[in-house]
């Protein structure tokens, strides 16, 4: 078996995966382990995919940093020693390069060597190009410099291309080359002044990590709130913080249009040329560059699917390939194709996708030994309304399950229950000048968790507990006796039970 990123001679394998992200990598992986099968994983630019270069990766090493500094000007004995002193860009930045290992001699400007030779381990070939379905369990791999190879599989082919930035049709934005979520991640030069086009996850995590370098940040969102998914007191308090930090947040604001004179492809994470005008709503601000982050769109059109009778598969769901609660795709006869990870379009996350690569993996393994495939091991569940997620902003989002509108929306009975992460011990501790909040939805038909949010620095471990007890719905008396330890900031558990049984 090569080890060097070319595929074993053999044309023919039990699994067939397009796209090398943690969900393909997975994916492929849970589907021949412990056997003699054998898997193939087509990738046209880096094993490993996004997460590990231009996404998960390198934003959370550009936001770590800033945690840091920021607790430490909130602690007294501390404090003292970093005053109002800058995060050192230089050493942040070869931080971040060091992480999504960063050479300037391979393509991409990344080394994915370590991946590869990772996949080799695992029994799993790699062939480099891009991957087309071409009939039933066939392949088609068109490598850099034209030439193409066919591969069949036996039992399975894995469709897991993911998205890719989406650039709204506004007038003259796509001619000012904007930064995309790649370029704002792998920043080689810090923009003086920053125009954040979106509200979201990816607008709010960037902006704080710019205006952390020291940026001057303006987010324009369309939305009346930051982080409209989630429950309403998260994307408040997340504007409050940023306005102190000076971070310019303007809200119901759609973008008119953009103007720059001497736009310039320069590369991904330098300036893209000249000044930038964004007008919205009647106003306008200059700025050095401008970051669409406006939401992603599926990598679905140019995949084959028109080959194996696909061809209007994704016309209903805006590009997004629709498959069942074993990863299989709607409409594909023979159970032999599956979709995960952002291509399929239920959670756009990392975690997830792996999650919905385990299940497929074993979905594919448990059908190859003619094993039954279905069961707990074989069903996605979490995909319906038990989705966690952080968002690295300042403060920290940390969410599981549904918002209450979800809730109630979905016909639930509920009521909800809050708290002042402030008045824990546990983060009195961690830092000065806390703020923070959490509030539960509970069933209340069935007096269980459906939902948590928590807002405050450092919560990020705290979603972990909340989604057991959403998908072990574990009634609430059973909670009373989940005892957290002193003094963490897991008390919340304790504050939020003691609040709904002692209203006053």
């Known amino acids: 078996m090569s080890t060097n990123g070319n595929a074993a001679p053999t044309d023919t394998y039990d699994v067939v995966v397009i796209g090398g992200g943690p969900p393909g990598e997975n994916a492929a992986q849970y589907a021949i382990q412990g056997t003699d099968r054998t898997a193939v994983i087509v990738e046209k630019e880096l094993v490993g995919g996004e997460c590990s270069y231009w996404a998960c990766m390198p934003s959370k090493a550009l936001l770590r940093p800033w945690e840091v500094l920021d607790n430490a000007r909130h602690l007294p004995g501390v404090q003292s020693l970093v005053g109002d002193k800058p995060l050192d860009v230089r050493a942040v930045l070869a931080r971040r390069d060091s992480i999504t290992s960063v050479d300037s001699g391979k393509p991409f400007g990344h080394d994915d060597g370590s991946q590869v030779r990772w996949a080799n381990g695992a029994h799993i070939d790699v062939v480099r190009g891009t991957g087309r379905l071409a009939g039933e369990r066939t392949v088609t791999v068109t490598a850099a410099d034209g030439t193409e190879r066919t591969l069949h599989a036996r039992h399975a082919v894995v469709l897991a291309t993911g998205t890719t930035a989406a650039v709204p049709p506004v007038p003259g934005l796509r001619e000012a080359l904007p930064w995309t979520s790649r370029d704002v991640t ?103 560059e401008v970051l669409i982050a406006a939401g992603r769109i599926p990598a679905s059109s140019d995949i084959g699917l028109d080959t194996v009778g696909l061809a209007d598969a994704t016309a209903d ?27 399929n379009g239920r959670a756009l996350l990392t975690h997830m996708g792996k999650y919905q690569a385990r299940i497929a993996g074993t979905v594919i393994a448990a059908r190859a030994e003619g094993r039954p495939s279905t069961g707990p091991w074989c069903t996605d569940r979490a995909d319906h309304g038990i989705v966690p997620q952080v968002t690295f902003t300042d ?17 639930l009975d509920v009521e909800t229950v809050e708290y002042d992460m402030a008045s824990l011990s546990g983060t009195y501790l961690q830092r000065d000048d806390y703020r923070g909040r959490a509030q539960i939805v509970i069933d209340t038909q069935r007096d269980v968790l459906v939902g948590a949010t928590f807002v405050g620095p450092e919560i990020a471990d705290l979603v972990h507990a909340a989604t057991v007890a959403i998908v072990g719905e574990v009634p609430l008396p059973t909670l009373w006796h989940a005892v957290p330890s002193y003094p963490t900031p897991s008390e919340i558990w304790l504050r939020l039970l003691e609040t709904r049984y002692n209203p006053s």
Not at 236 to 251: C, K, Y
Not at 322 to 343: E, F, K, N, R, S
């Open 395 to 411: 403060p920290q989002v940390g969410s599981v399950g549904h918002t209450e509108k979800e809730a109630r929306d979905a016909g």
């Open 317 to 343: 769901s805006k590009g997004y390939l629709p498959v069942d609660d074993q990863l299989a795709v709607v409409g594909a006869t023979g159970q032999w194709l599956y979709a995960i990870g952002d291509l």
């Open 186 to 288: 792998n920043l080689h030069q810090v923009p003086g002044r920053i125009a954040v086009i979106g509200g979201g996850v990816v607008a709010c995590e960037a902006a704080t990590w710019l205006r952390a370098l020291g940026a001057e940040v303006t987010i324009i969102g369309s939305a009346p709130r930051l982080l409209a998914r989630n429950e309403p007191f998260a994307g408040d308090l997340v504007a409050q913080r940023f306005s102190e930090l000076g971070i310019d947040v303007r809200l119901g604001a759609s973008v008119d249009a953009v103007e720059r004179p001497a736009p310039e492809d320069t590369g991904v994470g330098h300036l893209h040329g000249g000044p930038v005008t964004v007008r919205f709503g009647g106003d306008s601000v200059e700025v050095d």
